[in-house]
């Protein structure tokens, strides 16, 4: 089973940065698209961003293209979501997954999910 650990959440206010990391446990994930996805209390879980296995290509919601960048370094196992200009409608749990890749979006791959990071946004 595919086990990732999320860290890098917090509390920042409204225009601020974070960098959230995906760190995969006990399997190489260059061989997987991987996915950033988010659920707000009371929302279904949306797809935030996600990342081929090569190439670095890259597809964003919406709603946080300009915003976000998705990157990964297979050499440590880990990918990575650089959250800039964030805004009170960020705020959310934020979990990573293998990911099937459908061009402008992407689905989880597995229907397991890690504990997730929690980002608020807030002044």
């Known amino acids: 089973q595919l086990q990732f650990v999320e860290s890098g959440g917090g509390l920042v206010q409204p225009g601020g940065s974070l960098r959230l990391s995906c760190a995969a446990s006990?399997?190489?994930?260059?061989?997987?698209?991987i996915g950033w996805f988010r659920q707000a209390p009371g929302k279904e879980r949306e797809g935030v961003s996600c990342?081929?296995?090569?190439?670095?290509?890259?597809n964003y919601a919406d709603s946080v293209k300009g915003r976000f960048t998705i990157s990964r370094d297979n050499a440590k196992n880990t990918v990575y979501l650089q959250m800039n200009s964030l805004k009170p409608e960020d705020t959310a749990r934020y979990y990573c997954?293998?990911?099937?890749?459908?061009?402008?979006?992407?689905?989880?791959?597995?229907?397991?999910w890690g504990q997730g990071t929690q980002v608020t946004v807030s002044s």
């Open positions: 990342i081929k296995s090569t190439g670095g290509i890259t």
């Open positions: 997954a293998a990911a099937w890749w459908h061009g402008s979006w992407c689905s989880a791959r597995f229907g397991s």
């Open positions: 006990g399997f190489t994930l260059e061989y997987y698209a």
